[in-house]
C-alpha cells in the first residue's frame, strides 16, 4: 500500500507558465515545511520533440494526436512505474506537471470524440490498471487561467496559431473544467492580474489538506 501523495497540477495550452510557478513554489514551500518532495517529467510529445527526441525515435510528433496519445500513454506508464510509485512507496510527495487530462484534451480538441471510453481506458492502462497498480491522483490542481491570456500567450508570443483562434481555448477550458471532477480536481483562478503569492498560498492550502 502507497503512503505517499500524488499531486498533478494542470492547465490549458498556455498556462504553462502559471502551472510551472505553482509547482516550484509549492515544492519550496513543502521542503520548508520538511516534506520530501519529487518532481516527475509530464508525458508531453511536444516537449520530448524540444529535446531532440523526435530525431532520434523517427516518432512523427504534433502530426496527429492519435499518435501522440498512444507515445503519451507508454511514457507515462514509464515514469509512474519508475519514479512515482517508488516515491510513494517511500512515502514521499510526487509533484507532476500534466499528465493524463493533457493527453485526452489534445485529442478531444482535434475531434477524437466518438470512442472517447475507450481512449479513457488506454490512459487508465497507461496508469497500471491492467497490472492491479494503478496510479491515482491524491489531487488534481487545475491553474485556470483565462482563456484570452492564454490564447495570447501562445499566438502572439509564442507565434503558434491554432486555426480555432480564442474560441479553440475557451473549449479546452470547458473540457478542462468538466473533466476536473473525475481527478479529485480542484481549480484555482490565475489570472495575470492575481499575484503569484496569492496564488501559491492557495495552492499550498489544497495540497495541506490532504496531507
Not at 512507496?89 to 482535434?110: E, G, R, T, Y
Not at 481512449?119 to 484570452?148: C, Q, W
Request: charged content about 25%; overall charge negative; glycine content about 8%.
Amino acid at each position: 500500500m502507497r503512503k505517499g501523495k500524488f499531486i498533478v497540477v494542470e492547465g490549458i495550452n498556455g498556462s504553462g507558465q502559471s502551472v510551472k510557478a505553482a509547482i516550484v513554489g509549492l515544492h519550496k514551500a513543502l521542503v520548508e515545511q520538511r516534506y520530501d518532495v519529487v518532481e516527475c517529467a509530464n508525458p508531453d510529445s511536444g516537449r520530448v520533440q524540444e529535446l531532440g527526441g523526435a530525431t532520434m525515435l523517427n516518432w512523427p510528433f504534433g502530426k496527429t494526436p492519435r499518435a501522440d496519445f498512444l507515445f503519451e500513454g507508454a511514457v507515462r506508464c514509464e515514469i509512474f512505474k519508475n519514479v512515482v510509485e517508488p516515491a510513494l512507496q517511500q512515502d514521499k510527495i510526487v509533484l507532476c506537471k500534466q499528465s493524463s487530462i493533457s493527453s485526452l484534451a489534445n485529442v478531444w480538441m482535434s475531434g477524437y470524440t466518438k470512442h472517447f471510453d475507450v481512449l479513457r481506458h488506454l490512459d487508465k492502462i497507461s496508469r497500471g490498471f491492467l497490472f492491479e497498480d494503478e496510479i491515482y491522483p491524491d489531487l488534481t490542481i487545475f491553474m485556470d487561467v483565462p482563456a484570452n491570456e492564454a490564447c495570447e500567450r501562445i499566438e502572439e508570443v509564442l507565434q503558434i496559431h491554432h486555426e480555432g483562434g480564442l474560441e479553440f481555448y475557451e473549449q479546452m477550458r470547458e473540457f478542462y473544467l468538466k473533466e476536473i471532477p473525475r481527478w479529485h480536481g480542484v481549480r484555482v483562478d490565475a489570472p495575470a492580474s492575481r499575484h503569484p503569492d496569492e496564488i501559491n498560498a492557495e495552492v499550498l492550502a489544497l495540497v495541506k489538506q490532504i496531507l
